[in-house]
Structures are given as C-alpha cells and as structure tokens.
T-cell receptor, first 112, second 112 residues
Framework: DVKVTQSSRYLVKRTGEKVFLECVQD?????MFWYRQDPGLGLRLIYFSYDVKMKEKGDIPEGYSVSREKKERFSLILESASTNQTSMYLC???????????FGPGTRLLVL | GENVEQHPSTLSVQEGDSAVIKCTYSDSASNYFPWYKQELGKGPQLIIDIRSNVGEKKDQRIAVTLNKTAKHFSLHITETQPEDSAVYFCAATTNTGNQFYFGTGTSLTVIP
C-alpha cells in the first residue's frame, strides 16, 4: 500500500513565524502535491512537483514556497505565516500524470 | 483551466437508501475522473475512478457514470450504511497535465 505521511497532525504558530510542513511518500512516486482544504472551497492546489528540484505553481501559490531535494520528500514553507493561512494542509503523491493521487492524513495549522 | 462543480453540498439519506452525487466539468479534454471519500480527521481516499473511454464502472455498492457529451459524471452508492457517512469529492484532470481539479465536496450523512 502507498503510504504518505505528514510530519505533524496539528500545529499552532504565531503570525510572522516561518513554518515548515513536511511530507514523505514511500512508493517512489514522481509527482507530489500540496493542497489546502477550507470549508466550502474544496481542495485547492498550492504547488506541485514532477521531479526532484522541479516545482510548478498551482492555483494559490502566494505566500508559500516548496522544496523537493529528494524524490520521497516534499516540503511546504510558509515564509511568514499569516492568520489567513489557518487551514488544513494535505499532501498527495502520484506515480505519473493522470494517475491516482494518494493523500496523507493532513496537517491542521492554526496561525494566531 | 478546468472548472468542476459538485452538487449537492450536503445530503442526508436513510440507511439502506441510495445516494447520488453529481459533478460537471468544463474542459472537454478532461479524461480521468476519480472520486474520493474523506472521513473525519483523515485525508481523502480514492474509492472509484473512471476514464473517458468508459461510460460506467461499478465496484460492489459504488458505481460511477460518465456522460462525455453533457460533461457530467455521477457517484451512486446503493444500500447505504452508516459507515458511508463522510465527505465525498469528485475531480477531473486533462490529458495535458498532472493537475487535478476538485469539486467542493458533498457531506453525506446516513441516518440509521
């Protein structure tokens, strides 16, 4: 079974802090994704990566950056956290394009 | 880009009844349509998917239908059980990239 793990289930941070969310997949998948999930808005893509050191902006990249130094690990960085970044963050991976995405359990981030 | 609309946003059914969730998409190039189930406190999990060369797919109590002409697809759950209670998301992706476009979700409640 594919396993996608996220470093934290819950995080509480202060406005202006730098926040790192980490995601690891164990199935040698090429693609990895970061989404945020908000009530009534569904899942919105922040960034994705199709290879090591490669990244593409999704629909809502503002205020976020990403890093993929190793194939199995994809990090989401909030350079200076703001209250409007309070959300559920979901990581996913897929073997190839147009293939099933497998999701991690999510990180619920609260920015005070 | 692709736009996926999902209805209804909430759905309550009696145990044993059927549930139907509908999605429409805008890009005629979309060719892969997965459905995800998200239980409380967990990440979305794939429950069924369909590709554009197929009109219907069934897996036990779950079925998905696709109408390419009308650009809509539907999830059908028969003989619903309380454990079917969750949020369901549809998604679509085109043949030109690896981005999934998600609907806004349907919260299904099965009343015992």
């Amino acid at each position: 079974d594919v396993k996608v793990t996220q470093s934290s289930r819950y995080l509480v941070k202060r406005t202006g802090e730098k926040v790192f969310l980490e995601c690891v997949q164990d199935m040698d998948h090429e693609n990895m994704f970061w989404y945020r999930q908000d009530p009534g808005l569904g899942l919105r893509l922040i960034y994705f990566s199709y290879d090591v050191k490669m990244k593409e902006k999704g629909d809502i990249p503002e205020g976020y950056s990403v890093s993929r130094e190793k194939k199995e690990r994809f990090s989401l960085i909030l350079e200076s956290a703001s209250t409007n970044q309070t959300s559920m963050y979901l990581c996913a991976s897929s073997l190839w394009d147009q293939e099933t995405q497998y999701f991690g359990p999510g990180t619920r981030l609260l920015v005070l | 880009g692709e736009n996926v609309e999902q209805h209804p946003s909430t759905l309550s059914v009696q145990e044993g009844d059927s549930a139907v969730i509908k999605c429409t998409y805008s890009d005629s190039a979309s060719n892969y349509f997965p459905w995800y189930k998200q239980e409380l406190g967990k990440g979305p999990q794939l429950i069924i998917d369909i590709r554009s060369n197929v009109g219907e797919k069934k897996d036990q109590r779950i079925a998905v239908t696709l109408n390419k002409t009308a650009k809509h697809f539907s999830l059908h759950i028969t003989e619903t059980q309380p454990e079917d209670s969750a949020v369901y998301f549809c998604a679509a992706t085109t043949n030109t990239g690896n981005q999934f476009y998600f609907g806004t979700g349907t919260s299904l409640t099965v009343i015992p």
